[in-house]
Structures are given as structure tokens and as C-alpha cells.
């Protein structure tokens, strides 16, 4: 097992990079020559309901904090980056979040459930249509990734997304955070948010195959209910392999890995600079 430090996980913003440690969260933005911090003492659920600290649990926990957080901070580094000011009120998160949960529920619920008819005159055994199901859920994902990722400012989104993720590896590996010592490193990452959703993907498959194949009605509310579960499994799996070295680890992580060749891209030394301040805002 690698040796266990806090762990620290992030995602880009817009001109910038957001972390998050077990006591802080920091965002850190370019704007011009200028690095633009913002730094709040975390106040997790975590503190209130220790219960909530248990395995499964936490994953259902950190999934709806990053989903707050991340559209907060992104509204932020935009009012930073394009010298506007966007305040989100609670109502605007609430929102946004619906928005954001129902666009994946009707990209990667819904309409894989539509498209499996297509099989169901030919396959009559429950577990190969889920397993079909499954494997047209992550085609679609794959599209999704692919698509947006041709596009030019997701290209720089993704430049800053490689800068934390080599800014979090100096940090595990305990050199010193320069630009120089960060460069070393590789834009991938096992404990990414890339890597995650891909084995939401993977764990439904596995999970849903125990449901049969009901009416599409339900199919489509059991997927939906069961998403928790789903998201809290995973969760414990992306933990294990950013703390692991072992081969069940880098097997698990490994398709993950390669979808993140997608959406990191190399950046340049003052993107790196910025992650390196919003990590060291943290620690």
C-alpha cells in the first residue's frame, strides 16, 4: 500500500483549479499575470452525523458535496476569470444540480433503456440484456467525452484538469511543489473524476443484472433509486485504487486511466502554477 497522507482531490474551473482537502477548499485562478485565491474551512455533513462516515455512505456523501462545491466554484473562477460577477444563491445550486442529475439520468438511464428494444425480440436472457444495456451506456458516455472534448475551451478546461492532477502527484510522492517537480509527473491520475464515472458504469452493470428485466418503467425508477448505491460502491473502489499499488488495483483503475488520455491534456507552466497554489492553499 502506498503510505497514506490526507487525501486531496479537485477538479478544474474555468482558468483555474479547485482543491480540496480534508480541512479546506481552495480555488485558484488566472487572471492576466495574477493568481486569484480563495480559500473556506470545509463544512462537511461528516461532522454532524458520523454515521455518514461509513463505507458506501460516504461515497452518497461526497458525490452530492463535489456536485454543490464544484458548481460553486465554478461560478466563481468565472466571475474571477471573465471580471463579471456571478453570485449563485442556494436556489441557483439547487437548481443547477437538478438540471445537471436530470441530463445525466435521461443521457445514461433513459436512453440506453430505450435503445436495448432494439435487442429484446432477439435476447431473452435478463443478465445479457443488462450486460447490453451496459455496454450502450458507456458507448454513449464514450461519444459524450469524445465530442466535447474536440471543443476548443474544454481543451484548456482539460489542460488545467492534467495541472491537478500532476500537482496532486508531487504532493503524494513529498517533493518539494515547484512547477519543475510537478512536470515529472503524468496527467492521469487512478482517483479521478473521469475514472469514477466509469466504474458507476461498470458497477451498474454488475448491479442492475440482479434486478431481471422488468417493464421499462421501472427498469428505468430501479436505475434511478439504485444510483446511491451505485455511486457509494463505486466510490470505495476509486478509493482503494488511489491508495494501492497492488494488480487488482491498476486492473480496476486501467480503463479509467485510458479514458483520461480524453480529458486531461498537457499543460503549460502557468497552469501548473495555478494548481500548485490552490494545493498548497489547502495543506
Not at 461532522?47 to 461509513?54: A, I, T
Not at 471573465?82 to 445514461?108: M, R
Not at 510537478?182 to 440482479?210: D, E, N
Request: with cysteine; aromatic share 10%; glycine share 6%.
Amino acid at each position: 500500500m502506498k503510505p497514506v497522507k490526507p487525501s486531496i482531490g479537485g477538479q478544474a474551473v474555468i482558468e483555474g483549479v479547485m482543491m480540496r482537502g480534508p480541512q479546506y477548499t481552495a480555488i485558484a485562478v488566472r487572471k492576466g499575470k495574477d493568481i486569484v485565491v480563495k480559500r473556506e474551512e470545509n463544512q462537511s455533513l461528516q461532522n454532524r452525523y458520523p454515521f455518514l462516515r461509513l463505507p458506501v455512505m460516504r461515497g452518497v456523501l461526497a458525490l452530492f458535496e463535489m456536485l454543490v462545491i464544484g458548481i460553486s466554484a465554478l461560478s466563481y473562477s468565472a466571475s474571477i476569470a471573465e471580471e463579471e460577477e456571478y453570485k449563485l444563491t442556494p436556489k441557483d445550486i439547487a437548481f443547477s444540480i437538478i438540471i445537471a442529475v436530470g441530463f445525466a439520468i435521461a443521457l445514461f438511464i433513459v436512453l440506453p433503456t430505450f435503445l436495448i428494444r432494439f435487442f429484446e425480440n432477439n435476447v431473452k436472457n435478463p443478465i445479457l440484456l443488462n450486460l447490453i444495456e451496459g455496454i450502450i451506456r458507456i458507448i454513449i458516455f464514450f461519444l459524450y467525452i469524445f465530442s466535447i472534448s474536440i471543443m476548443r475551451d474544454i481543451r484548456r478546461f482539460f489542460e488545467y484538469h492534467g495541472a491537478e492532477h500532476m500537482a496532486v502527484h508531487c504532493y503524494e510522492n513529498g517533493d518539494p511543489l515547484t512547477v519543475e517537480n510537478a512536470k515529472k509527473y503524468k496527467t492521469l491520475h487512478p482517483r479521478c473524476g473521469t475514472s469514477f464515472l466509469l466504474i458507476v458504469m461498470i458497477v451498474s452493470i454488475l448491479l442492475f443484472s440482479f434486478l431481471g428485466w422488468p417493464g421499462i418503467l421501472l427498469r428505468i425508477l430501479s436505475r434511478i433509486i439504485l444510483l446511491p448505491l451505485v455511486a457509494g460502491i463505486s466510490y470505495e473502489l476509486i478509493r482503494f485504487t488511489g491508495r494501492s499499488d497492488s494488480k487488482i488495483a491498476k486492473i480496476i483503475s486501467a480503463p479509467g486511466m485510458w479514458l483520461q488520455l480524453l480529458t486531461t491534456r498537457k499543460p503549460d507552466d502557468s497552469q501548473i502554477e495555478v494548481a500548485l497554489e490552490a494545493l498548497k492553499s489547502v495543506i
